[in-house]
């Protein structure tokens, strides 16, 4: 079987579109210039005919398969295909037999494994000799750190590739190849930017999700609020409880929030006389010491869950007391939801804008091949810099510095405010 076969042995029309756009040849991939761009390191070797065996470690969707493929149709030797997490030792053996046979002729086989992490020490020491002696040359694609997962004697006979997560401008250039192939993509420019965040530089998952939108065939483009409807369809939600358990928790919650004392015990007699559980009246007073209270009285935290294992221990009705003390705590404590409100703003930036890696700086390099790639390089180290405070940048190298967290400057968080703002000066400068 040829090598195009292996690679075209379905119908055009019942392949999905990410395998339909699969890039052919070096020229078509997107996002990895350094690797496959001219003068770039794979594309001299293909051009040179000096293809050597080497691991591509990348996230999910940005072209290991892909560029294990074309490296494939640009040898001349057999390839065979194996994914670690479907084949075991049975598998290897009858791919290396073969190896071996075409060896005996002459021929090399160029042997891809996907996923090569999965094989554990054993399994991948049984490459080394046959990459070694030449009989196989090996591809291995990886999400995972090489330096981790692979063995050092498997590393020292294959060079590392990294793959780059498609950045906006790889993921547009996907779209824009969709539209040139087969019809503009009816959403509109908002719309457009949100699929591509919501890709997170997934070309492949990109391609599905456009795919989602060609099925529907809308009659106009579809706009940010009805692609999310389409793309992230969630189960309705089912309310198993009465409307009263619900409407009563909220009075209580809104009466510590409030910072009403009274209410707030009447509303917790009231959901004990109804028999509510006194645990779950406890559980919910502790997300209200985090939501409500925050850092502002530190406190409030460990004297919820303290009167939480208290009701545990002592059960009904002298563990309810604790819980009433910790509730008359929480309504008379200074309050702050500036915790929660930057712990929200973070979950929602961080899932708006992708798996940014942390620059190297603070990345540890506990391997020679993370310090060849500069992880580590640079790095204060904060405790021998005056002051304790060194004002490095934290936050991804192309990822706009935000600030999520805004103590409002009552009770213990006065204090947090004042060194945030004498540290936030000296970052300024």
């Known amino acids: 079987m040829t090598q195009n076969a292996l690679f075209k042995d379905q119908s055009d029309h019942l392949k999905p579109l990410a395998e339909r756009m699969r890039p052919q040849t070096l020229d078509d991939i997107t996002g990895q210039d350094h690797l496959v761009g001219v003068g770039a390191p794979i594309r001299k070797m293909v051009e040179g005919g000096t293809l050597q065996s080497m691991i591509l470690w990348g996230p999910p969707g940005c072209g290991k398969t892909t560029l294990a493929r074309i490296l494939a149709e640009n040898s001349n030797m057999d390839f065979e295909s194996l994914s670690a997490i479907f084949s075991g030792v049975g598998d290897l053996r009858k791919v290396f037999d073969a190896a071996r046979a075409r060896a005996k002729d002459g021929r090399k086989t160029l042997l891809f494994i996907d996923e090569i992490h999965r094989f554990n020490k054993s399994q991948q020491d049984a490459f080394l000799p046959l990459v070694e002696d030449g009989t196989i040359l090996l591809i291995g694609a990886t999400t995972e750190n090489p330096s981790f997962e692979l063995n050092a004697a498997l590393l020292s006979r294959a060079s590392v590739f990294i793959l780059n997560r498609l950045d906006d401008q790889a993921l547009e250039n996907l779209l824009q ?73 909220s009075a209580l919650h809104k009466s510590v929030r409030g910072s009403d004392p009274d209410a707030a015990l009447y509303w917790f007699a009231r959901m004990l006389e109804g028999g509510e559980d006194p645990k779950f009246l406890a559980r919910r007073i502790t997300r209200m010491a985090v939501e409500d209270i925050g850092l502002a009285s530190p406190q409030a935290l460990s004297l919820c869950t303290a009167a939480w294992e208290t009701y545990e221990r002592l059960g009904s009705p002298e563990g309810e007391l604790a819980i009433a003390q910790a509730l008359v705590f929480l309504a008379t404590a200074p309050k702050s939801n500036a915790v929660y409100t930057a712990y929200k703003a973070a979950r929602k930036h961080a899932k708006d804008n992708g798996s940014h890696m942390p620059p190297k700086h603070i990345l540890n390099a506990p391997t020679s091949m993370m310090k060849d790639q500069g992880y580590g390089a640079g790095y204060q180290y904060d405790h021998d810099v005056e002051g304790g405070f060194s004002g490095q940048n934290y936050f991804p190298d192309d990822l706009k510095r935000e600030i999520f967290y805004n103590p409002k400057g009552n009770g213990f968080e006065k204090g947090i405010k004042d060194r945030l703002d004498e540290w936030n000066a000296k970052r300024g400068k």
Request: aromatic letters at 4%; zero cysteines; glycine letters at 4%.
């Open 177 to 249: 190849a969709v539209e040139q192939e087969t019809t503009s993509l009816p959403i509109t420019h908002e719309a457009r930017q949100s699929l591509k965040a919501m890709a997170d530089g997934d070309g492949r998952y990109l391609l599905n999700m456009v795919e989602q939108i060609q099925a529907i065939n809308p009659d106009k483009d579809i706009n940010t609020d009805t692609l999310t409807a389409l793309i992230s369809r969630r189960a309705a939600h089912y309310d198993k409880g009465d409307e009263n358990h619900y409407n009563l928790i």
